[in-house]
């Protein structure tokens, strides 16, 4: 049996769920960054493995590349902000931070 | 025969890479310190690099090992390290809300199979790509440009703006 398309678009749509629960259930909020980080990869798998099946033109490739420097930029901040919190509350704990609740 | 030898090594290779990164994924998501979840997600990501030189694309392959594995993982084991001191009173959720979090992770996960089982797949013979950083250097150059320049200087911006966040403040 040869891998297809479709093994691909399961093992992206796992680690998708996986990091939806990873972002809901977790209190850290390096935890929730972690589970962004899962949700990014399964998209870029997905776009990878939709160029492979494809018309072979690298456009999921270049599409995979924009995410992985958003990522980049993504996990900067959310560091600055994670570091910024724990100097603000002396926690990471999302819970805590409830300032602008309504 | 070497067309099926290959076709063999190919499943193989993808069986071996799906357990380390469902296995890790599930240990990143399910761990309970933080630190053993960052750690699950460094294979999480290295399979993500093997996937990649599975398909062909060799050149996001060594990328995804250079910025995932060597940047953003390091920089958010130092957030771990940073910021430690909250970390052992703060395992995890209630057991509740995992099972919650988990109820809808599974109700996601079968609608994503249902689509994906019925989705009309056109299947196209895959083309084998030779010379990947060239073309996506090409691409990058010619087709992407305006979206290359514009995703540089978002890095630039994210990077001043990330170290003006945690400068320290004169009182």
Redesign the interface.
């Known amino acids: 049996?040869?891998?297809?398309?479709?093994?691909?678009?399961?093992?992206g749509?796992?680690?998708?769920?996986?990091?939806?629960?990873?972002c809901?259930?977790?209190?850290?909020a390096?935890?929730i960054?972690?589970?962004i980080?899962?949700i990014l990869?399964a998209a870029?798998?997905n776009l990878?493995?939709f160029?492979?099946?494809?018309?072979?033109r690298?456009?999921g490739?270049?599409f995979?590349?924009?995410v992985?420097?958003?990522?980049?930029?993504?996990?900067?901040?959310a560091?600055?902000?994670?570091?910024?919190m724990?100097?603000n509350f002396?926690?990471?704990?999302t819970d805590v931070a409830d300032k602008l609740e309504g | 025969m070497s067309d099926f030898f290959q076709?063999f090594g190919?499943?193989v290779a993808?069986i071996a890479i799906?357990a380390v990164?469902?296995g890790s994924?599930?240990a990143?998501?399910f761990a309970k310190s933080?630190v053993h979840?960052?750690f699950a997600?460094f294979f999480?990501?290295l399979g993500?690099a093997g996937?990649?030189f599975?398909?062909?694309?060799d050149?996001?392959g060594i990328?995804?090992v250079i910025?995932?594995v060597g940047?953003?993982l390091v920089?958010?084991l130092?957030?771990?390290l940073?910021?430690s001191?909250?970390?052992d009173q703060?395992q995890?959720?209630s057991r509740a809300?995992?099972i919650?979090?988990?109820a809808?992770?599974?109700a996601?996960?079968a609608m994503?199979?249902k689509a994906?089982?019925r989705g009309p797949?056109q299947?196209?013979t895959?083309?084998v790509?030779q010379q990947?950083t060239q073309?996506?250097g090409r691409?990058?150059l010619t087709d992407?440009l305006l979206?290359f320049e514009f995703?540089s200087v978002?890095?630039l911006a994210?990077?001043i703006?990330?170290?003006y966040?945690?400068r320290r403040r004169e009182k």
């Open positions: 049996m040869a891998i297809g398309l479709e093994h691909y678009l399961v093992v749509a796992v680690l998708f769920a996986l990091g939806l629960v990873c809901m259930a977790r209190r850290t390096i935890g960054l972690i589970g980080e899962l990869n870029n798998i990878i493995a160029d492979r099946f494809g018309t072979g690298f456009d490739q270049i995979a590349v924009f992985i420097i958003l990522a980049a930029c993504e996990a900067a901040i560091l600055a902000i994670i570091i910024g724990f100097m002396g926690t990471i704990d | 076709h190919q499943t993808f799906t990164v469902i994924a599930l990143a998501t933080i979840a960052s997600l999480t990501l993500m996937y990649y599975l398909l062909g694309a050149f996001l990328t995804q910025i995932y940047g953003i920089l958010l130092f957030g771990v940073l910021t001191r909250s970390l703060l995890i959720r809300s995992y919650a979090a988990s809808v992770g599974l996601v996960l994503l199979w994906i089982i797949w299947h196209v895959p083309v790509p990947t073309s996506l691409l990058l992407y979206a995703s978002t890095l994210a990077l703006g990330a170290a966040i945690v």
